[in-house]
């Protein structure tokens, strides 16, 4: 399985000023006791396994009751009402 993309990148999330996962490799205490977070991403041009993946959009929505390295983090996926089957798949 190959995959290649170049991408816009976005995130947000509850904790205070500056998330400190970023620099904790994950294992931060969230600042406000859990995380709630939303990854974002363009793929400016792409593709999955021959599928090409140009110009669509994505959101993870995320939720971790503590630290990230501690696991139990549901997620969400949000995929880009223009993407068909097969790039929904990939």
Not at 16 to 43: N, V, W, Y
Not at 45 to 52: A, F, H, L, Q, T
Request: net charge negative.
């Amino acid at each position: 399985m190959g995959w290649n993309i170049e991408r816009q990148y976005v995130e947000t999330c509850n904790c205070t000023f500056l998330c400190p996962c970023i620099t904790l490799h994950l294992s931060a205490q969230p600042t406000e006791g859990d995380c709630k977070a939303a990854i974002a991403m363009r793929i400016d041009s792409g593709e999955k396994d021959g599928v090409s993946l140009n110009g669509l959009s994505f959101v993870v929505p995320l939720h971790s009751p503590g630290p990230m390295v501690d696991g139990n983090i549901k997620v969400g996926l949000i995929i880009d009402e223009k993407a068909d089957n097969a790039q929904s798949e990939a």
